[in-house]
């Protein structure tokens, strides 16, 4: 489906957005349309359909059920950035000499590559423009009124269309929604407590459990000490092992971990890491253009948030802040990507602000109680701040609830089937 670049200007160049469908199985009880919208930012929502999608045999028989590839993801003119600076990144952490004047001399390089071989869509990332884009898809089917399940960074435009096109919109189910209303601070603060607190679950399940290969020792402890090791140069990758594990990316690779989560998997890796041997510090590669692309959609982020840190000061701050707030992880992997975006040369195109939602239908937020990558705080207050919306809560641990427990499913699948909102409030891990 072809689409304007920029959306102010319908007449200019356009691009191609992939889109995927699969008709619903019983179409003589068929409700509507469905518009799954993936998350990331980067996630596939053409190869999250064809590889079966989440959805249950009941939600596949009454609708329609389409996806696409946002606007900078994969078959959508994928986002296309210089391959060396994408996979080498300066030092982001103060403490151990990290500067954030070189971080925005890496940002204004890395953004010059983006758009060298992306083009212009490289301005036009934004939620507000794959909302239009997801209406566009609407008008294009035929159709009055459009179902969105949207699924983190996916509620973005989900939010997005909710305050653009109302009335085309017949339910929207958001599933561990976004909270566009936070400045830069507020999103790193709470992100770093949702590390925190999903961290800890898996230390309490390991203290408990006999299971756990760290059952027996402490797991705060255990992460401490690897955090100091990263910190000096003395972890290696495992997937790149002439690479050294900084203590960014081992945040990351501890709280992916966390998603499901995979707690088993998780403890099994950190006594691994435990047990490489102490080698002398291994320096990371340097940084530079390698001349060749590679795709990084997750820049998109940098068109919906923005981020002011003043100077080494205020980013030194920010960082104690974000160790406070994360006392074993010390700093959430949204740390990096908003110090990157704070030295992004364009402003975002879609700024973050408060829900503006007027008419349409209720809307059905759900969230876990432990979510390490968009917090049920984050939930609580979308909810709140959007007319008419409904907040149910899964118990239980991980990202992305829809398909977690009978309860999930079914209050989902009720809501988008026949509007009703669910009758309780909370469903508890099976």
């Known amino acids: 489906m072809a689409v304007p670049i920029d959306w102010s200007d319908r007449d200019g160049s356009t691009i191609d957005i992939a889109v995927v469908r699969d008709r619903a199985d019983d179409a003589a009880r068929k409700v509507g349309t469905l518009v799954s919208l993936p998350g990331g930012p980067g996630t596939s929502g053409v190869d999250e359909i064809l590889r079966g999608g989440k959805f249950s045999p009941e939600l596949r028989a009454r609708f329609d059920i389409l996806s696409i590839d946002p606007r900078g993801v994969k078959r959508s003119h994928s986002v296309q950035c210089d391959s060396g600076l994408a996979a080498n990144r300066p030092n982001m952490v103060p403490d151990t000499g990290g500067r954030i004047d070189e971080v925005r001399s890496y940002a204004r390089d890395l953004a010059d590559s983006c758009r060298q071989y992306t083009g212009p869509l490289i301005d036009h990332l934004d939620a507000v423009s794959v909302a239009r884009d997801v209406e566009a898809l609407r008008s294009a089917l035929g159709e009055d009124q459009i179902n969105i399940y949207s699924r983190s960074y996916g509620t973005m435009p989900a939010q997005a ?195 503006q939602i007027h008419g349409g239908p209720p809307i059905l937020i759900i969230n876990s109680l432990h979510d390490p990558a968009t917090p049920h705080e984050w939930a609580t207050q979308v909810a709140a701040q959007t007319p008419r919306a409904a907040l149910l809560t899964y118990t239980g641990w991980g990202h992305g609830i829809y398909n977690r427990t009978p309860c999930t499913t079914t209050a989902a699948d009720q809501y988008l089937i026949t509007s009703a909102l669910p009758t309780t409030p909370t469903c508890a891990p099976a």
């Open 161 to 355: 269309y909710a305050e653009l096109f109302p009335k085309r919109l017949r339910t929207s189910l958001m599933d561990s929604v976004d909270d566009h209303s936070l400045d830069g601070r507020a999103f790193l603060a709470s992100e770093a407590r949702a590390g925190q607190d999903t961290f800890s679950e898996f230390g309490s399940w390991c203290a408990r459990d006999e299971q756990c290969v760290l059952h027996g020792t402490d797991a705060h402890r255990t992460y401490s000490a690897l955090f100091a090791r990263a910190e000096r140069g003395e972890l290696r990758d495992a997937d790149r092992p002439d690479m050294p594990l900084g203590p960014l990316e081992l945040s990351r690779k501890v709280t992916q971990r966390l998603y499901a989560p995979e707690w088993p998997r998780l403890a099994t890796e950190l006594r691994t890491l435990t047990e490489q041997p102490a080698d002398l510090p291994l320096r990371s590669a340097p940084i530079k253009r390698s001349g060749e692309p590679t795709a990084m959609p997750e820049i998109t982020l940098c068109s919906d948030w923005r981020f002011d840190i003043g100077d080494q000061d205020d980013w030194q701050r920010l960082w104690h802040e974000q160790n406070a707030n994360a006392p074993t992880l010390r700093a959430h992997f949204a740390w990096g990507a908003g110090t990157l975006c704070s030295g992004w040369p364009t402003a975002p195109q879609n700024p973050q602000h408060r829900p």
